[in-house]
Each structure stands twice: as C-alpha cells, then as structure tokens.
C-alpha cells in the first residue's frame, strides 16, 4: 500500500506509549490525517490525558473520539456471548476477544463519519487482535485500507518505541522511562488480563501482587455471601431484587466476586496465528454471571436444547477468539441460541465463599419445567408409569444385543 493512497486514517488510540508512537508514524510516514478514537469499556482508566496527548501531538479537537461505549458492549456483546454458556478451550471467558468486535465498529462507524479511507490499530503481528481488529473492518467496511505499523516498521521493541518517541518529542509517562509495568495488561467490563515478562515462563507462579480486582481465597472473607440473580430471556436484570442497566449489573457482580476472591485463571492458550502463549485473567463477574446462567437454563430449557447449546458452544467460542463475531454464521447461531432463551426467565440464588460459587436454590414461576409430582421419590400417585422404563431399555440395548450376539458367533 502506498503511503499517497491514504488520506485520513482512523487510528485505535489508547494514549499509551506503543499508539503514541503510532500516531506519530503515521504522520509522518503516510503524510496523512489523523483521527482518534479512545473507548471506555470500563477499563477504569481516566481517559482524558489521552485527549490531552492527542491535542499535543496535533490532532485537530474534532478529530478526537473519546466515546463511553460501556453500556452498548454489556448488552450487545457480553450478554449475547454469555446466552451461549461461552468458554473457550474450556476456561477461558473470552474478556478480551468480545471487546474487539466492538472496536472494529466503532473504528468503521468513525471512519465513515469522518470521510476516512483507512483504519489503524496497535495489534502486534504475533497476536490475535491484529485478526479480531482486521476481520470485523472488513466484514463491515469491505473496502476499507487497514495500516498496521508492527508488520510495517522496524520499531520491534520497547527500547526502539523508546527511542523514537523521545526523538519527534512524544511524552512519555515516568512508567516506561523506568521500565514500565511488568505486564502487557488489557481490561475491560468483563475482565483484565496480564501477558509478558514474568509470565512467559509457563512454569513460574503469578506474583500475588500481579492480581488488581480480586483478593486471594486465602484472603478472602471468613462468611459467605449470598446472592439473588434474576434473568429475562438468559439476561440478568438485577442483583438481589435491585435493577440496573447492564454494564452497572457487571461491574457490581466483578466488585462482589473479587472481594470474595472468584475468577481468577492461570492459562496457556493456543492462539489463533498458531503459538502457545501463557496469560493470566481476573473475570469475577464473569464466573459467577455464568454459573447462575447455566442454573437458571437447567429447569427452563429441554434436555435436548440445553444438549445442542452445549454441543454448538465449543465452536460458537472458537468464532469469537478468532475474530469471526460479523460472520454470517456466528449470527445464524447467535439467532438460534436467542431463540432459545425465550424461556429462561426467573432466578439463582449462589452462595460466595473463598473463591467458589456454588448454586444453592434456583426458581422459575413462569417457565419451569421441572415437575415435582414426576421427579418424586415419594408415592406419585400414578404421575409416572415406572413399567414404561422396560421397554424404554430394552430398546435402546437392541443394537448392543445384537452386536453382543454377533460377537458369541464369531467366537465359536
């Protein structure tokens, strides 16, 4: 791509040292326009000085999205992941994957507000972001130009970014001049996450002081706590009879588990460019959203439903880690996983103790099904026929006696 192909660019800017740098590239190497945009996903970050710095670096004040998108990711991509019983590789709850969709569309939105023909984003070319960040622009912008600097430059370390920065006059925060945070951290809503130094070695422990939102089980408090979750439709609507838009329903959910020390995860995962890479999260409210989800699933949904969500799950995970949330196929299943959630309505009560959530009693008045009268081990007054379990048995052992019979022959 040719820098003179590029008028305006739409860069994903979180005012840190690797996107400051960026907007100075890209300035002045494609001699392009830039536009800023800084989303508040809760990451609990005052997000001002990133204004501040982008005004300092010379990008116009209308030029500057700073946009507040806490309530929008909550509702339109938490809570949908999360009708879907989500995991990834079987512990990880995608905290930082269900955030890029989101980001890719804003950068697209701005892009076509703004007349830009190009986006720009900070994603190394080891990781998977880069992936997240570039299919969703695509899959809603088809024609948009996509810069990414770390598969373009040579600035391939801290000590280069460094270097540059200090060179074109680029403030640089005390923290990086005396070597920085000790990890490569990304939050949000849903959760943080911690990569890099100390934790590259797989075999090494976290350092307890590494953790931010949660305290350890150890120090966790000496009584559980109790809590009373509602859902409509597989949302959560309040906490303990008390109702709140989505993104407040998560964050006091994450206040609650961490101070009880739930969702912490140790994890290598496989990534999607093909390496194995170690991380560390914090998903307090995450773990205990899900839990009390899959509770409240197990009296409103059918057995065989509940058994192809569960089947359809692994692979609906797969799409999100791999960036392929605006896929015709991720929203086919999304529609089939939402039709689905027509009945789970009602409420969990779990119990918090030393980083565990553990259900303790669950209730729908409207859309229960289970049935008292059959699941009985008391006198059922004639409710369920035991008799019919025969033939029930017998059927389904036919194929099996006959294999069985089949196996006697063979051996005389």
């Not at 089980?217 to 009373?228: F, G, N």
């Not at 890479?277 to 899959?294: D, K, M, Q």
């Not at 303790?360 to 409710?383: H, M, N, Q, W, Y």
Request: hydrophobic residues 40%.
């Amino acid at each position: 791509m040719s820098s003179g192909d590029i008028k305006k660019v739409v860069l994903a800017y979180s005012g840190g040292l690797d996107t400051s740098v960026i907007l100075k590239w890209l300035q002045d190497v494609y001699k392009c326009e830039v536009v800023t945009f800084t989303a508040d996903l809760g990451q609990g970050e005052e997000l001002e000085p990133a204004r501040a710095k982008a005004l300092q670096l010379g990008i116009k004040p209308g030029n500057i999205f700073i946009d507040d998108v806490r309530e929008e990711f909550v509702r339109d991509f938490v809570f949908p992941m999360f009708r879907a019983n989500t995991i990834y590789e079987g512990e990880y709850l995608l905290g930082t994957s269900i955030a890029r969709p989101l980001i890719a569309k804003r950068l697209v939105d701005i892009a076509r507000e703004t007349g830009a023909d190009a986006i720009s984003h900070g994603a190394t070319g080891k990781g998977n972001d880069q992936v997240r960040f570039e299919l969703g622009a695509y899959a809603l912008m088809p024609g948009v130009k996509i810069i990414a600097p770390w598969r373009e430059w040579d600035l391939l370390s801290r000590e280069k970014l460094l270097a540059y920065a200090e060179k074109h006059g680029i403030p640089i925060e005390m923290k990086h001049k005396q070597g920085g945070s000790p990890y490569s951290m990304d939050a949000n809503l849903l959760h943080i996450s911690y990569e890099g130094r100390h934790l590259e070695d797989p075999s090494a422990e976290a350092e307890e002081s590494m953790w931010r939102w949660t305290v350890s089980p150890e120090a966790a408090p000496d009584a559980a706590e109790y809590l009373d979750l509602e859902f409509e439709r597989g949302d959560l609507v309040s906490i303990n009879g008390q109702r709140m838009p989505a993104h407040e329903l998560l964050a006091t959910l994450n206040r609650i588990g961490g101070k009880h020390g739930i969702g912490r995860l140790d994890l290598v995962e496989n990534r999607y460019v093909g390496m194995k890479s170690r991380g560390c999260y914090e998903t307090p409210g995450g773990t205990i959203l899900l839990r009390a989800h899959r509770a409240i699933e197990s009296i409103t949904l059918d057995r065989e439903v509940a058994h192809l969500k569960d089947d359809l799950m692994p692979r609906y995970a797969s799409m999100i880690y791999t960036g392929y949330w605006w896929s015709p196929e991720r929203r086919a299943l999304q529609a089939l996983i939402d039709h689905t959630q027509q009945t789970v309505n009602g409420w969990v009560r779990l119990k918090l103790y030393k980083g565990n959530v553990v259900v303790v009693a669950r209730d729908s008045k409207t859309d229960s099904l289970f049935d008292p009268t059959i699941a009985t081990f008391e006198d059922d007054a004639g409710a369920y026929d035991q008799k019919d379990a025969a033939g029930f048995i017998k059927l389904n052992a036919l194929r099996m006696r006959i294999a069985a019979n089949a196996a006697i022959k063979r051996g005389k």
